[in-house]
């Protein structure tokens, strides 16, 4: 194809390999879907947690009554509470048995409704 053929083929690509190995490619896919699993895992912990916050505010508008938190109660009781436990989630090393998991659509959501073992769920 010669040169301009090499050029328009890389502008065009998704991933360009520079050199003929792939193993960093398999690293990237791995880290790829850990941090997939990490930000499900954060998401669903802080959802979780602030359910309850989520409750109190949404009876309390139901009722009619004042607001029981003000917002910069609930971003203090949010940031002193929610923070790092997130991001010890957030930055969890990936399982050994990632690459042996099928991937993921595109399409799948972040959380899904039935709990699986790579649905979300925190590990011990």
Same mark, same amino acid.
């Given at each position: ?26 690293? *990237?896919? %791995?880290? /790829? #879907? =850990? ?11 802080? +959802?979780? @947690? ?9 009876? *309390?508008? %139901?009722? /009619? #009554? =004042? ?11 949010? +940031?002193? @509470? ?43």
């Amino acid at each position: 194809m010669g040169n301009s053929g090499v050029e328009a083929a890389r502008q065009i690509a998704d991933v360009v390999l520079v050199k003929d190995d792939l193993a960093p490619l398999a690293e *990237a896919v %791995a880290r /790829g #879907g =850990a941090v997939a699993i990490n930000i499900r895992k954060a998401i669903r912990y802080l +959802l979780a @947690t602030n359910l309850s916050e989520i409750i109190v505010m949404l009876g *309390a508008t %139901a009722a /009619g #009554g =004042a607001q029981p938190l003000s917002p910069i109660q609930l971003l203090w009781i949010n +940031l002193v @509470t929610d923070i790092l436990p997130a991001l010890g989630l957030a930055t969890d090393a990936p399982d050994a048995e990632l690459m042996t998991q099928p991937p993921g659509t595109p399409a799948s959501p972040l959380c899904r409704a039935r709990i699986s073992r790579h649905s979300c769920v925190m590990r011990g």
